[in-house]
């Protein structure tokens, strides 16, 4: 979504609450017709006060007529403020401004685009803490585990960016729900108004790559350093080599120094990703990140053969 773009929405936001505030002033000037005389005298308390009468009287009179106002709706069944407009945001009254800055709520609706936009996070669409299924574990313990690792998501995602870990380390089999609760940590976060990128650990080494050998600009390697979380999916599953592997160590160690969070998911236990990247990268998640273990059956292969 594009700056433009965004102001439009806003500005057909804008338009539509106050003609709807309109509608319902129109609403209440019949059932009510002094409301139609107060308003009338409130909007010509301006001009009276341009033509030199005393300020303090207007300011009086003008007190006791929204009083009034206010007492005839309340004693009508509506509320004082029925016919405001009802904007969105009330930072900007969905103008998209704060003076000459861009609103914040502007800069939620592009952060939250550029998420849902991504080629990864189109695929994900749908997959919430709601519809994340227990059932599909087996009960006692491995439920119970599950169920605390449910609970433990939603609440990282509810109190981000608060958490005390440098991110989530998820590892388990394939098929256990690791990319469904990464892809609801990210909606969320991103409701939030803050930047996610969410790529596979493939796509992040096509970029370093792209950027290695001036296919691609700085900048494309500069977002895994800056966004308010990064999400590396099926970290292992990837074609490595040293160089990527030490950019991507880079990466992850400036983000923690920063205090930015990032989420990896991965098929490796902490064995394997020991074995697999060494020591360097091992011991920064291990260290730094808080490590859930995903246990069950593939949740896939028991859907197919229901």
């Known amino acids: 979504m594009k700056l433009n773009e965004a102001l439009r929405i806003k500005t057909?936001?804008?338009?539509?609450a106050m003609e709807q505030a309109e509608s319902r002033r129109a609403e209440l000037h019949i059932r009510l017709p002094r409301t139609q005389q107060i308003d009338a005298l409130l909007q010509d308390i301006p001009m009276r006060l341009i033509t030199g009468e005393d300020a303090e009287m207007l300011k009086r009179e003008s007190e006791e007529l929204v009083s009034e106002r206010s007492r005839l709706l309340t004693a009508a069944g509506y509320d004082p403020d029925y016919d405001e407009p009802k904007?969105?945001?009330?930072?900007?009254?969905?103008?998209?401004?704060?003076?000459?800055?861009?609103c914040r709520c502007i800069k939620e609706m592009l952060t939250q685009?550029?998420?849902?936009?991504?080629?990864?996070?189109?695929?994900?669409v749908g997959k919430t803490f709601e519809n994340f299924s227990l059932d599909f574990y087996a009960e006692g313990n491995e439920r119970a585990h599950m169920e605390k690792l449910l609970e433990g998501c939603k609440r990282y995602a509810a109190s981000f960016p608060d958490d005390n870990s440098s991110g989530l380390f998820f590892h388990g089999g394939t098929g256990l729900g690791k990319t469904h609760l990464t892809a609801a940590i990210a909606t969320?976060?991103?409701?939030?108004?803050?930047s996610v990128i969410y790529e596979s650990a493939q796509q992040i080494y096509d970029t370093l790559d792209a950027v290695r050998f001036n296919r691609a600009d700085m900048s494309e390697r500069k977002k895994y350093e800056t966004c308010s979380l990064l999400i590396i999916d099926d970290l292992g599953a990837e074609?490595?080599?040293?160089?990527?592997?030490?950019?991507?160590?880079?990466?992850?160690?400036?983000?923690?120094?920063?205090?930015?969070?990032?989420n990896i998911s991965s098929n490796l236990n902490p064995a394997g990703l020991r074995k697999t990247y060494g020591e360097r990268l091992y011991?920064?998640?291990?260290?730094?990140f808080r490590v859930l273990q995903f246990l069950g059956k593939?949740?896939?292969?028991?859907?197919?053969?229901g």
Do not use: H, W
């Open 298 to 305: 593939d949740i896939r292969m028991q859907k197919n053969k």
């Open 87 to 102: 904007f969105e945001c009330t930072l900007c009254n969905d103008g998209g401004y704060c003076g000459l800055k861009l």
């Open 239 to 262: 074609y490595m080599n040293q160089y990527n592997v030490s950019v991507l160590t880079g990466i992850i160690d400036l983000r923690i120094v920063n205090g930015k969070k990032t």
């Open 188 to 194: 969320k976060v991103a409701d939030k108004g803050m």
């Open 12 to 16: 057909e936001k804008r338009i539509a």
């Open 283 to 288: 011991s920064r998640i291990i260290g730094e």
């Open 113 to 124: 685009n550029t998420y849902r936009e991504s080629p990864l996070a189109k695929g994900l």
